[in-house]
């Protein structure tokens, strides 16, 4: 090595050099293998989580900025659910309520034969279906069922039928009737 100072490299200085590279590559490799891969990977753990992250504020900020509209929508489906569930009847108000399709036929001089059905639920709702024969003029059934649904209380009838005139000139309508009653109300959740 004296030789390698004096401008003279030797075969033992070349050795030399070459084991002190090894010895670096050596320690650089194990250095890469065992520290800095460990860092890239949690690196690459923190990115993943932070691009989730940038993703989420992102999502948090076009929220914020529609918020309004949010809280403006949310006001009128509640508004409108509201105005729903007051046209549906209570349990205790079913009773009255056929009382007042039987004055509505009253009424309209027809005569009305109402026949209870099996009620559904699910579970939000029950559905509480009537079948209805309806006979008299058919200019006055007509109205009859016309004002079924407009009544104040939400009233659906379907599968209506009509048979021909009878002798007198008066028409049968068969139909199905469905009022419904929610089993929880919006504002307490409580069975109505």
């Not at 004002?147 to 599968?159: C, G, H």
């Amino acid at each position: 090595m004296i030789d390698f100072l004096k401008g003279t490299i030797t075969p033992k200085d070349w050795a030399a050099l070459a084991g002190i590279l090894a010895l670096i590559a050596a320690c650089t490799s194990a250095f890469y293998f065992m520290v800095h891969k460990k860092d890239l990977e949690e690196i690459a753990v923190i990115e993943a989580e932070n691009e989730q992250v940038v993703t989420e504020l992102n999502r948090a900020i076009e929220i914020s900025n529609k918020i309004d509209q949010y809280r403006e929508d949310t006001r009128e489906i509640e508004e409108l659910v509201r105005s729903f569930e007051s046209r549906l009847p209570s349990k205790s108000e079913i009773p009255r309520l056929f009382e007042q399709v039987e004055e509505m036929a009253a009424e309209e001089t027809i005569s009305i034969e109402i026949e209870p059905l099996r009620q559904n639920q699910d579970e939000n709702k029950e559905t509480i279906p009537y079948q209805i024969k309806a006979s008299g003029d058919f200019h006055k059934v007509a109205s009859f069922i016309n004002r079924l649904e407009r009544f104040k209380r939400y009233l659906k009838v379907s599968d209506l039928k009509m048979s021909p005139y009878d002798k007198d000139g008066e028409s049968t309508f068969d139909f199905k009737m469905n009022t419904y009653r929610f089993l929880k109300t919006m504002d307490t959740g409580e069975s109505s």
